[in-house]
């Protein structure tokens, strides 16, 4: 695989409605998608940083431009066998994974299509349907939260996760228990606590809950151990999880009972493999998070959720969830059972719809070899 082109646009997209983390609200994404060009396919990739430096430490503004200064010039018209192969390349550029991401998930969409196999089966999924739940931001209020999950629960998803921050946290999540006591229930915390916490976060074990999310730090594993050893609820490792051997240390501190792996964050299909097989080895969970990505980002999730350690429903829900239309085709759709249906199509499973994405670009910028 030659790389001839690279088109990285900025599109503008509007979420349907807001949504409230521990440190930040979204009303629109700014989200970047990258086209590659080799022996004639095209293939599509996201990155799926946020607008702001909240989640980690890239942005949008960062990621344009390490793509443009630093990882086009590492690999324009570069040949390679495999997509894995970008991983190694840019190797010497440290962190950025998300930016990294973004073209190596693209090339293996091409890997796909020149072998003539869906996307799920080059990277050894052994799913022909994943099961999916749905993340709920922050709400005004209780009641309008416990509307929120009594449609989500309507629409068939198998798990609620709940965001949750100091002053609506317990609370909430007992008026949930008590509405739905047998609900799959899990919460995400954002790094928005500490250690001093501690009598806070073991009030959730009452309330037999899949896990607590990234209750502490946002890089830190340590303090999770100690944290992981005075409770009853898992706790599950989001944002301080970048590589394999991340998931190494904070497995054997014993730092966490589930790992969530994005895509993004640990930059890319072939990292997001040997995290996942680390996990396997270990017999540690696995689930999909999400960036709030449009149809391109969702399908790479899909895919990887395929693989057999992907045991717990992710974050991959339907495109109308967040988005009046998406720049995919057919939009990502949940059945009343709350799977996706794995596409069998070749390379990515879906259409990118290019007149959709140009009338919603407000920069682009291409390269050739």
């Known amino acids: 695989m030659r790389i001839e082109t690279i088109t990285l646009r900025e599109l503008r997209m ?21 086209e590659v060009g080799v022996d004639g396919l095209r293939g599509w990739g996201e990155i799926t940083t946020a607008e702001d430096p909240f989640y980690n430490a890239e942005t949008t503004d960062t990621a344009w431009h390490m793509t443009r200064d630093f990882i086009v010039p590492f690999i324009l018209g570069k040949t390679i066998e495999t997509a894995a192969e970008i991983a190694v390349l840019l190797e010497p550029i440290r962190g950025h994974e998300m930016a990294k991401a973004g073209i190596e998930n693209a090339l293996w969409d091409i890997e796909a299509q020149q072998k003539g196999v869906p996307l799920a089966t080059l990277l ?15 709400q005004p209020s209780t009641s ?15 798990r609620i996760k709940l965001k949750i921050k100091p002053g609506k946290d317990v609370q909430v999540v007992d008026e949930v228990r008590k509405q739905y006591p047998r609900t799959k229930l899990m919460v995400d915390a954002n790094s928005a606590y500490r250690l001093e916490d501690l009598d806070v976060l073991r009030a959730f074990d009452q309330y037999c809950l ?21 409770l009853q609820t898992p706790i599950c490792l989001d944002e301080c999880i970048h590589h394999s051997s991340h ?14 792996i994005k895509l993004g964050r640990v930059g890319g299909h072939a990292r997001a493999r040997q995290v996942h097989d680390v996990c396997v080895q270990h017999s540690i969970p696995v689930w999909c998070g999400g960036m709030l990505e449009s149809g391109v980002g969702r399908a790479h999730n899909i895919a990887m959720s395929t693989l057999p350690g992907f045991s717990l429903p992710g974050d991959v829900s339907a495109s109308q969830r967040y988005w009046d239309e998406d720049v995919i085709e057919p939009e990502v759709d949940v059945s009343s059972a709350g799977t ?11 259409e990118v719809r290019r007149k959709k994405v140009e009338s919603l670009t407000v920069r682009q910028q291409q390269w050739r070899a």
């Open 14 to 34: 509007r979420l349907k409605a807001p949504f409230e983390t521990s440190s930040e609200v979204t009303f629109d994404r700014r989200i970047l998608l990258v």
């Open 124 to 138: 050894g999924g052994t799913r022909s349907e994943i099961p999916c739940g749905v993340s709920i931001g922050i």
């Open 144 to 158: 309008a939260l416990l509307e929120k999950i009594e449609c989500e629960l309507c629409a068939g998803y198998q």
């Open 210 to 230: 899949l896990m607590i999310e990234q209750p502490l730090a946002w890089d830190d594993i340590y303090q999770h151990s100690l944290l992981q050893a005075r």
């Open 247 to 260: 998931a190494e240390a904070a497995i054997k501190l014993g730092a966490c009972g589930i790992i969530n």
């Open 340 to 350: 996706i249906r794995v596409p069998e199509k070749l390379g990515l499973g879906y």
